[in-house]
């Protein structure tokens, strides 16, 4: 995999340009702060709620998503998946003329085809791989976030050129970008929502009720599995030292009951149940079955969010991580 870093971009294509951000929430504003911190000519697009309130603490005059859509040379589109199509289609589209760029951070919607901007524009996609705050931390401690990035279409000629800038002037470059492609950002970011990290929800709740019928009282098993911080710094130590050698951080015995008993909590019902939902996000049922529960006003969501929140696991860490915090203070 190749990397693009500081050497291979130039701010000089933003010259003169005016980008607008549209959304100012975590991605929005770490975006725009970076940009601007290096001397590119920055505008924020936000609808009156907390976000705006946010940008204009950070000094800028937000106007609203329209008329920064129809102000800016470079729109870097940050409101959230839902939303985009209602968004686009009143108030990007009709302020498009060609020559304009539209940069996303999410693959989903032009990747599944749910957005289809005309043939006039540059499309590109920079998604940093990490979260808004820690880009904006990183740029200013002088490093960076690495970043998937994509030119889906480029009317200019000059896309990729334009892309590298961009990701220059937020201090992406420092980290590294990649290319990829608006589809398989998505799908990768649907498998991880919905495979990893949903076995590894489903895994640890089943395990706090295994706990608990042990005879372990639910705040321990709270405290156990995720809130003494154990369990993050184990993920920190397999980002730095790698998935198994961040193990010799802990005993032997340690090693030996984790390298000998995983594989046989493993079956092939939850494998082929995986492969299920890996065909699923890429044949894009999960795209229609979404867009179908938004359009129904997100009722099933709602009622996933009320269970999760009256499951005895979240009953009973408050407490816990209360004490903990207390402790870290």
């Known amino acids: 995999m190749k990397l693009y870093k500081d050497h291979d971009a130039s701010l000089e294509r933003l010259t003169g340009k005016t980008v607008a951000v549209l959304g100012y929430g ?3 504003q770490a975006q725009a702060l970076n940009l ?3 001397g ?4 924020v697009g936000n609808r009156d709620d907390l976000y705006r309130e946010r940008a204009i603490a950070d000094g800028f005059a937000p106007l609203s ?3 920064a859509a129809r102000a800016g040379d470079i729109l870097l589109v940050l409101t959230t998946d839902e939303s985009q199509p209602q968004i686009w289609n009143e108030q990007i589209r009709p ?4 020559g304009k760029m539209l940069s996303w951070s999410s693959g989903y919607n032009v990747g ?3 957005i289809n901007p005309p043939p006039d524009v540059d499309v590109i996609m920079i998604a940093p791989r990490m979260i808004g705050t820690v880009v904006r931390e990183l740029y200013v401690k002088g490093s960076g976030a690495l970043a998937q990035v994509a030119v889906q279409q480029d009317a200019s000629g000059q896309a990729w050129e334009t892309l590298l800038a961009l990701c220059k002037g937020m201090g992406l470059t420092r980290g590294g970008v990649f290319k990829s492609s608006f589809r398989e950002e998505a799908e990768l970011d649907l498998f991880a929502e919905q495979v990893v990290w949903a076995g590894l929800e489903a895994w640890f709740v089943e395990c706090f009720q295994l706990g608990v019928e042990s ?3 639910p705040e321990l098993m709270v405290m156990e599995l995720y809130a003494s911080g154990e369990t993050a710094e184990i993920f920190t ?6 998935f198994f050698r961040q193990m010799t951080h802990h005993s032997t015995t340690s090693q030996y009951g984790t390298l000998s008993r995983g594989p046989s909590l493993i079956n092939d019902a939850m494998r082929a149940r995986a492969r299920a939902i890996m065909r699923g996000i890429q044949d894009g049922s999960f795209v229609e079955e979404w867009s179908d529960e938004q359009a129904g006003g997100s009722a099933q969501l709602e009622a996933l969010r009320a269970a999760a929140f009256a499951h005895p696991m979240s009953q009973a860490e408050g407490a816990v991580i209360a004490a903990v915090q207390a402790v870290s203070a």
């Open 26 to 28: 975590n991605q929005g």
């Open 40 to 43: 590119v000519h920055v505008i």
């Open 36 to 38: 601007r911190d290096s």
């Open 215 to 217: 005879g372990f009282s």
């Open 112 to 114: 599944f085809g749910v």
């Open 95 to 98: 302020e498009l003329r060609p």
């Open 65 to 67: 998503i329209q008329e």
């Open 237 to 242: 130590k397999m980002a730095k030292n790698g």
